[in-house]
Structure formats: C-alpha cells, structure tokens
C-alpha cells in the first residue's frame, strides 16, 4: 500500500510553525530588547564599511552619470570611437576616475579656502569680543538715550552676561584647551577606525559604480522571482519614483545651497560685512534644511555681526530677507521644481517630526521622505476610489454634502439649516442622521421587525388555541 501524504496537513503544520515562531520572536522583542538592540549595533559597527560605500556610490551616481553620458560618450561618437561592450568597460573606468578626481578637487578646494578664514575669525571673536560687547554696550546707550529705565536694566543685563561670557570664554574655555587636545588625541584611535571604514567604504563605492547596472538587473531579478510580474512592476515602479524623489530632492538642494552661500559671500563682501566668509558658509549649510534652514542661518550670523557692528546688522538682515524671497520664489524653484508634491503645511510637519525625532539629519532628509511616504498614501487612497468608481480628483470633494447614487451632492449651510429646522418641527427628528444614528438603526430595525415577529406569532398561537377550545367543546 502506498503511503500519501494529505497537503492541507502540511499546510497546518507550517501555520501552527510559524505561529509558534512568531510569538517566541514577539516575546523575545518585548522582554530582550536590550539584546536585540546590542546586537543590532554590533551588526551596524561590523556593516559600516558597506553602508559607507552604498551611500558614497549613490552620492557619486549623477556625476559619474553627467562624466559618461554627456562627455565621454559623446566624445567617442564624434571621434568614431564605436561604443561596444569592450569600449564601454574602458569608459566606465575612465568615468569613475574623472568623477574622483572632481570630487576630490572639490572638496579639497573648499576646505583649502574656507577652513583658514573660519579658524582666523573664530580667533579674531574670542580675542576681540570685550571690544564688541564694549560697542554694543554704547549702542544701546545712544539707542536708549531717552528711556533711563529702560537703558540701565538692559545695560545691568548686558554687563551681567557679558562678564559671564568672558570668564568661560577665558577662565574655562581656554585653560581646559590642553584636556580637549587630550581627549582628542585619545580618541584618535576611534577616527581612525572611522576613517579606515570610509576608505573601505570608497573603494566599495569603485566596485559599486563599475557594476551598478548589473546590480540592479540582479536586485529586478530577484523581485521578478519572488512577487507576481504585475506586482513586480509595481515595486519596480516605486522604487524608481523613490529614486527620483529623494535624489532629486537632495542633489537640487545642495546645488541651490551652494549658489545661495556664494550669492551670500559676493553680497556681505560688496556691503563691507565682518566675517563674510564664515556667514556665507553657515548661511549655505543651514539653507539644506527646508523652511528652517534660512532663519537657523541668519540668527546667529545676525548677532555675530551685531556685536562688531549694530548698522551692518542691520544691513544683513535686510539682505538676507531679499536672498531667501529670491530662493524661494526664484532659484528654488527652477533648481527644484515640484520633486516634493508637498505643500508648505505638509513641509512643517515632516520637517519637524523628523526632526524631533532624528536631530539635524532628520530636518535634512525628513521632507523627501515624507514625500514618498505621501505619494504612497495617496496612491493607496485613489486606487480604493476608483474600485469604489468614484473620482480620485480632491476638487470634487471640496464641497460634497453626500454622495447618492455616484452623485456629488454639494453642500449648502443655509439650506441644511433650514431643512434641519423644518424636519425637527414637522418630524420631530432631522431627516439627514448621524453616523451612531445610521449604526444603531439597523439594530433598532431589526429588534422591531424581531417584536412584530414576536406579536404575529402571538396572535396566531391565541387563535389556534381558541379553535382547538371550540372543537373540545
């Protein structure tokens, strides 16, 4: 006799399987979660090197497109130079070495110029600032010549602080410089390791651009194996809009961040304004973050040159309004267009949740990514409408009062009013009820029909029972 197996037996096994697993793993998460989260850290640590590299390649992906596609390429075709699967390996090669040696130009560049003005008026403020508290001081005493009160509560203030300020930045900040060159030095060894994960990660990043067509042929590959083609095409699909939102997002900014602090520069260098360098610098850093950006910039670039100079204060304040309605109005959206699809009230809301929860990375990243997630929602929204054949336009649902039979009903305050009043006086019960009305109805419908069933029982029981009567007798 052969023996079979019965399928649906199998099937049970594998439910009651992984019922079993997945309450041990739900316990696990709630009593171990300390384990769980050492254990995801030392994963991190040891993985650091290949995140490194995937954001570094990813980073490095629209130069290394704009090298190949725009120049080489081009190149070759007008030097009848055929592009074959030979050729195109000699051109990759060269495209990645010609997009390291930007980046590396780039970056040393900047730092070649910009990190000497900031370290000499970083020394220039801690040396000078009994100066600058002096010339404030006697700006506020003419700016409140003719409120005594005033002047000498807010001079008391300023003299209190202003002492303060002076011994930590003398008495605590520059005796405790030997402990930070301490602690500094002791803590090589961990830059160290942070800067050998970002040399392993940069030459991860190498072998990511040289095959990054072939990876994502294998990453479709494998999504095409697991899920159904229409899902499949779905996911794909996402993954590309994801694609295009974040480093849309992300690449427009930073080049709008980048013309914004040399706009910055050019304009405090023309007005004469202290510290120009390290003003445009933050001015085009805090410019990254959306909405926030402009304002965490200017406030305290504003007070720096307040202290040396209250007019010029003046003057940057003015400057720094017009340089971020040009942003916003102009350069911001001809860099970056519409990548979001947010509105000004979704952006506060991602910026600052993210932010809450994420520090300064999260206002930076927060809006591409809530843009994302809100596509997703909104696509999710429209596909149930249009199974349900409504429209998925939100104009059509500005002023809907109901919907019968597929048809907007808009709605009227002054006649709902009045049809409420009208119902109540005729009625004694308003002809449009409440959704706990509408739920409780079918209950209330229902233990009536159940009564009236009840009573016809009733009344059939007391007939045949007064027949059978009259035939005994």
Not at 170 to 177: A, C, D, Q, T
């Amino acid at each position: 006799m052969k023996f079979r197996i019965d399928k649906k037996y199998i099937h049970w096994g594998f439910t009651a399987f992984a019922v079993i697993a997945a309450s041990i793993l739900f316990y696990y998460l709630l009593f171990h979660r300390e384990n769980l989260s050492n254990g995801f850290h030392a994963f991190l640590a040891v993985a650091m090197p290949i995140l490194d590299g995937l954001i570094l390649a990813y980073l490095l992906t629209p130069i290394l497109n704009g090298v190949e596609k725009r120049c080489l390429i081009p190149l070759c075709m007008k030097c009848n130079i055929g592009v074959n699967k030979r050729s195109r390996k000699k051109i990759r090669a060269l495209s990645i070495l010609l997009t390291v040696l930007i980046v590396s130009f780039i970056i040393y560049s900047f730092f070649s110029m910009v990190i000497p003005q900031l370290v000499k008026s970083i020394q220039s403020i801690i040396l000078q600032f009994p100066i600058y508290v002096n010339n404030l001081t006697i700006w506020v005493k003419k700016l409140l010549a003719d409120n005594p009160d005033i002047e000498t509560a807010v001079v008391e203030v300023m003299d209190t602080y202003s002492v303060e300020l002076n011994n930590f930045l003398n008495l605590s900040l520059l005796p405790k410089m030997n402990e930070v060159i301490k602690d500094v030095s002791l803590s090589f060894l961990s830059f160290l390791m942070r800067l050998w994960n970002l040399i392993i990660g940069f030459i991860i990043s190498i072998y990511i651009l040289g095959s990054k067509e072939l990876f994502a042929g294998q990453a479709k590959k494998i999504v095409y194996a697991l899920f159904e083609t229409n899902t499949a095409n779905a996911i794909i699909s996402d993954v590309r809009f994801t694609h295009r939102t974040f480093s849309g997002f992300m690449v427009g900014k930073i080049i709008d961040s980048i013309i914004i602090g040399i706009i910055c520069f050019l304009g405090t260098s023309m007005m004469g304004t202290p510290y120009a360098i390290l003003i445009s610098v933050i001015v085009g850093i805090t410019n990254i973050i959306p909405f926030f950006g402009p304002y965490l910039g200017a406030i305290p670039s504003a007070f720096l040159i307040l202290m040396v100079n209250p007019l010029q204060c003046l003057y940057f304040i003015i400057f720094i309004l017009v340089l971020q309605q040009f942003d916003g109005n102009v350069l911001g959206p001809k860099i970056l267009g519409d990548s979001t699809g947010l509105s000004g009230f979704w952006v506060i809301f991602s910026i600052t949740l993210f932010g809450g929860i994420f520090g300064v990375l999260g206002m930076i990243v927060g809006v591409p990514v809530f843009a994302i997630f809100y596509a997703g929602v909104r696509a999710f929204i429209n596909q149930l409408l249009l199974r349900k054949k409504l429209p998925a336009d939100t104009g059509n649902y500005l002023n809907v009062g109901s919907i019968e039979n597929g048809e907007f009903i808009p709605y009227h305050v002054e006649e709902q009013s009045e049809l409420s009043a009208s119902s109540l006086a005729h009625e004694g019960k308003p002809k449009q009820k409440s959704m706990i009305h509408h739920f409780f109805r079918g209950e209330k419908t229902e233990r009536n029909e159940s009564n009236a069933d009840n009573k016809t029982t009733a009344f059939h029981g007391d007939i045949k029972e007064q027949r059978e009567k009259e035939e005994t007798q």
